[in-house]
């Protein structure tokens, strides 16, 4: 007999008892609807801790001179004593077709003194006009406003602020080492404070326009530390990492360019342990819910035992009577996953737009480094959807195979005859 | 060279454990029903009348002896082959569950054409035919729930005799019925056997099938106590 006519029969099978297949069917749904959104919800813990952890200072592709990490030593500059063509390097970095922007960088270390109060700082020389479309540690500003390039101005961190009760207008004593040996000082001027909810970056991080701290440490324009780029998409950023590595190897340049993968590992560890997690709770909603579908099947097959006597006595072969309770698993998955899509899409789109916050339930948190914003974001998780769209008919299909293999063991003479 | 039976048993026995306790349903019977006859099995309840015709179509396997039909010795057969034989040479009307209740009556007629892979225009037309002779046609598109009891009966036998095969088993086909009803039932059964020639075993009680029977076997404890072959035809 053609397939057509078991799919119709499985089909129609599903309408007899309508109330029994809809609640079965809406197990599945609400199954399918969990597991979408808690996956999409730790694809939004994920990308939430990716998106800070790179966004606000670290940029998601770095270019050093090769043996400037991990001491970070000051003379390490990129092509050493020479230096490089600085605007060269960032207009290599940005033909690449996965960076949207790349910017230079300087770092130092010293004090900085209010008079009344001095604190420890490490120093980072941006370009003031480059470095907001690569990280948004800039425009973290909640005092003030930016600094200038060439003027003698700071930005500084929110928490370093308060020690040395310094706000914007104030003036500071810069003092750090340079790389000549000398101990460079100099006054500034109080620009702006930044807040970013990162205690580490807002107690210790002030910034500086460039070309004014490669004055203070001595390094000519040519020298910088780093240069950071912005990768849209995160994930992208190591393949764009490996093209940029070998396009500055032809320069002759001894330079590393590493992607955040390989700069915060400890990110890399957490995503790959919540990718796992998200395969454990597809497969525990989903295990649960066979259980649910199996006893539903069973009843129903039991209740139709007489039809499959029937079935049976007119010439259907065992594997026949499997394929027909198959057939109408399939059905009913096919329904729970209509429902559950159609459930599932709507918030997920809501959610991703609108993602509610939790501030009554905690504040700006930190994850592996990255801060987290009390909000409970959520990502679009295509490849798991599809999986969960799998499991969901894997579940129905799994569910019937006991039900659907007693239907065709059922002893047509005996059951006929009710014995 | 004498005919082929169409069904034929050779000191046939089945015996059921009911816990713990041999019970013989039916003991040594040997038959031979010839294509085209019209026969009852009578016989008070738990005579083994319902046992033997499960026998005779292959729904069940003796404990001991053989079952032919047209021939193919059932024992033998696998349970797919056995399936492949019901499907082409048997057909069956039962007193109770006949038809699949998601099926219309003109799809459950054409079940077993379906099963042989007859084409759709065919099997329309071969139950049609069918459905214009036994009374019920019109009713093609209803499920069975919109049936009288007496449409369905004659949609079961619209469904055993549709692929001409070597016999019909028939296991108290009228039980259910009123006493108008099953006698226009018979009337097409015995319709179906004299124009036809399709071959009928009934297993039954009623007194109005007895009567109608060119060949009565009495059963009594399982065993055959009466084989009686009359001259009267079947027909109404």
């Known amino acids: ?160 602020a308060r020690t040395l009760e310094a706000e914007p207008g104030d003036e500071i004593v810069v003092v750090a080492p340079a790389i000549d040996g000398s101990l460079g000082n100099d006054l500034f001027v109080v620009a702006g404070v930044f807040h970013t909810g990162l205690v580490d970056l807002d107690r210790a991080f002030a910034l500086f326009p460039l070309d004014v701290l490669q004055s203070l440490i001595a390094l000519p324009p040519s020298r910088v530390h780093e240069i950071a780029a912005r990768v849209p998409d995160p994930w992208l950023a190591a393949e764009a990492a490996a093209r940029l590595a070998a396009e500055l190897e032809r320069g002759s340049l001894p330079v590393a360019a590493e992607s955040w993968m390989t700069l915060r590992p400890e990110m890399v560890e957490y995503a790959n342990l919540s990718e796992a997690m998200e395969w454990v709770l597809m497969v525990i909603v989903f295990a649960m819910a066979i259980f649910g579908v199996a006893n539903t099947m069973l009843m129903a097959t039991f209740e139709r035992r007489y039809e499959f006597a029937l079935l049976r006595a007119l010439g259907t072969t065992p594997g026949a009577v499997v394929r027909s309770v198959l057939y109408e698993a399939v059905a009913l998955g096919a329904i729970a996953l209509a429902a559950g899509a159609a459930i599932t899409l709507p918030v997920l789109v809501w959610w991703y737009h609108a993602p509610p916050s939790v501030a009554w339930l905690f504040g700006e948190t930190t994850l592996s480094g990255a801060l987290m914003r009390p909000v409970l974001r959520v990502e679009y998780p295509w490849l798991m959807g599809v999986a969960a769209a799998a499991a969901l008919f894997g579940t129905a299909v799994l569910a019937a195979l006991y039900p659907a293999v007693r239907a065709a063991r059922v002893a047509p003479a005996d059951t006929l005859s009710g014995r | 060279m004498s005919e082929q039976p169409a069904v034929r048993t050779s000191d046939v026995w089945k015996v059921f454990e009911h816990d713990g306790i041999a019970v013989e349903a039916v003991r040594g019977v040997t038959l031979e029903i010839l294509p085209g006859e019209f026969v009852v099995m009578a016989g008070p309840s738990g005579s083994g009348k319902t046992t033997l015709l499960n026998l005779l179509g292959g729904l069940t396997q003796p404990t001991r002896g053989k079952v032919w039909i047209d021939g193919a010795d059932l024992t033998t057969l696998s349970e797919r082959a056995l399936a492949r034989l019901r499907l082409e040479r048997v057909g069956f009307v039962f007193q109770a ?81 009123d006493s108008a009803t099953s006698l226009a039932l018979l009337d097409v059964m015995a319709n179906l056997n004299r124009e036809l020639g399709t071959t009928f075993v009934f297993a039954t009680h009623d007194p109005q099938l007895m009567e109608r029977a060119q060949r009565l076997i009495r059963l009594v404890d399982g065993a055959v106590a009466l084989d009686e072959r009359r001259s009267a035809p079947a027909s109404p």
Do not use: C
């Not at chain 1, 406003?145 to 930005?155: K, N, S, T």
């Not at chain 2, 002779?133 to 619209?158: C, F, M, N, Y």
């Open chain 1, 1 to 160: 007999m053609r397939e057509g006519r078991w799919w119709r029969i499985g089909w129609r099978n599903l309408g007899r008892n309508r109330r029994r297949s809809i609640v079965t069917a809406s197990a599945l749904a609400i199954g399918y609807f969990s597991v979408v959104l808690m996956v999409g919800l730790l694809k939004g813990l994920v990308a939430e801790m990716v998106d800070n952890g790179t966004g606000i200072v670290t940029g998601q592709v770095q270019v050093h001179a090769d043996d400037y990490l991990p001491d970070k030593e000051v003379y390490a500059t990129i092509g050493g004593r020479d230096g490089a063509d600085v605007a060269a390097l960032v207009a290599t970095l940005e033909a690449d077709p996965d960076v949207a922007a790349a910017t230079p960088r300087v770092y130092g270390g010293g004090l900085v003194s209010t008079g009344t109060a001095t604190g420890a700082a490490l120093f980072l020389g941006v370009d003031p006009e480059r470095e907001p479309r690569v990280s948004r540690l800039m425009q973290s500003l909640v005092r003030g406003r930016q600094p200038v390039a060439g003027a003698y101005e700071v930005l500084i961190g929110s928490e370093l």
């Open chain 2, 97 to 177: 569950y006949n038809l699949l209740p998601v099926l219309t009556a003109r799809e459950n007629a054409e079940f077993s054409l379906l099963l042989q892979g007859m084409a759709e225009d065919e099997r329309h037309r071969m139950v049609g035919e069918l459905f214009e002779r036994i009374g019920i046609a019109g009713l093609e598109d209803r499920r069975p729930a919109k049936l009288s009891g007496g449409q369905q009966q004659r949609v079961a036998v619209a469904r055993a005799v549709v692929g001409a095969p070597a016999l019909v088993l028939a296991d108290e086909p009228t039980a259910n019925l």
